[in-house]
């Protein structure tokens, strides 16, 4: 209530201040004296709309009683950004197109109210009205055009118009002050990569490859096109090269290693060798949770439960994991007394059932959690910010 309070205050003062610099510094000084009496009784109003708790009716006094002109201008920009942070999107609206209504409004002026009503839209959900306005910009060739070009690479994104996307990130890129931005790059190469997964799910392979690489213009580090590049080549029968690139992911990135284990696994199966050195030397090296795992099943397999047992037991007397240790009992569970397996059983479960619950994932910039990947924030809307938790933490 109280932070209400103050932002309708804040409001008031605002207006006030806006209003009286467009008093004092109007030229017709006999014209604002002659309208002053009838601006502060709109300003008394709105104080008793505040007063008798009826904002949106105090909202629109306050609207109505700013006098636009060339000094009022920036006040009503920031009056409409405030009501549009505020949750008042409706109200932005009305003051930012009130602004553009105005006759021998400045060019930087103009744009300005364009930019901050095509947020407006944005944020009502009007993205084709957004869309027209910053179109507007573009063609006018303005200085407002980087940011213009920014929120349209926001509304294609929304859309999923990914050649869009792309050909506004192109445009923003020639700008010395864009051209390394990391952000930008990210996505535009996860925009190729969509793509390039939309023609994978059609089996369109050479256009798939074709994007992929496109995507590396952008960011030859990119994870996603490097994981879909391997993808390509694994179906293509290029087990080797996918294997190849899939290390290279894990190389650069180790904390990725639980997600290349099944593609490695398959690729390694077609080769017939190499998988379970691959294994050990990961273990040995990192003693990645998800590579002890799927170490141990495979010794298990070729070897039988004790070894499997024996090999558990060793890693977690030097690296102790909650997934291992459920892995060891899942092993030992067969060997115990029958009444023992049952509570061991029950507990397993209940261990089990909790972990479910438990995120996978962390975006490193804002701390959301998630249990899918996300090549994009859907807090933070970063990209490329979304990482496996660490075992130590996660389990």
Not at 305 to 331: C, D, R, V, Y
Request: overall charge positive.
């Amino acid at each position: 209530m109280m932070d209400s309070l103050n932002f309708y205050v804040f409001l008031l003062i605002a207006i006030i201040a806006g209003w009286l610099m467009g008093r004092f510094n109007s030229v017709k000084s006999a014209q604002s004296k002659s309208k002053g009496g009838g601006l502060f009784d709109d300003y008394f109003v709105g104080l008793n709309y505040l007063l008798n708790d009826e904002p949106d009716e105090a909202i629109d006094t306050f609207i109505k009683a700013l006098e636009i002109n060339s000094e009022t201008v920036e006040t009503h920009l920031a009056l409409g950004t405030l009501l549009r942070r505020r949750g008042k999107v409706d109200k932005a609206i009305k003051v930012h197109q009130a602004l553009l209504a105005r006759p021998n409004l400045k060019r930087n002026f103009s744009d300005s109210a364009k930019l901050q009503l095509s947020l407006d839209y944005i944020a009502a959900g009007l993205l084709g009205r957004a869309e027209r306005l910053l179109n507007e910009i573009l063609d006018e060739h303005s200085e407002a055009r980087w940011e213009a070009l920014r929120h349209l690479i926001t509304i294609y994104q929304t859309e999923n118009e990914w050649n869009s996307a792309i050909a506004c990130s192109i445009k923003l890129l020639k700008n010395p002050r864009f051209k390394k931005n990391p952000q930008i790059r990210a996505g535009a190469a996860h925009y190729c990569c969509e793509i390039a997964e939309q023609c994978l799910s059609e089996n369109q392979n050479s256009k798939a490859k074709a994007e992929i690489k496109r995507a590396f213009t952008f960011d030859k580090k990119n994870i996603r096109a490097m994981l879909l590049l391997a993808k390509l080549e694994q179906r293509q029968g290029k087990y080797k090269a996918s294997i190849k690139k899939l290390l290279r992911v894990g190389s650069n990135n180790p904390e990725f290693t639980g997600q290349l284990l099944q593609p490695l696994a398959e690729c390694y199966e077609q080769t017939g060798e190499g998988f379970e050195k691959l294994l050990r030397t990961i273990v040995a090296e990192t003693a990645n949770v998800d590579a002890v795992l799927t170490l141990a099943q495979l010794i298990k397999t070729k070897t039988g439960s004790s070894a499997a047992i024996n090999f558990l037991s060793e890693q977690l007397s030097q690296h102790p994991s909650l997934e291992g240790l459920i892995k060891l009992f899942e092993l030992q569970i067969h060997s115990v007394e029958p009444n023992i397996a049952s509570s061991l059983e029950s507990l397993l479960n209940l261990v089990d059932e909790q972990m479910r619950r438990n995120f996978e994932y962390q975006c490193l910039h804002c701390g959301f959690e998630s249990k899918s990947l996300f090549w994009m924030c859907p807090s933070c809307k970063k990209w490329d910010n979304i990482r496996p938790i660490a075992e130590t933490t996660a389990r």
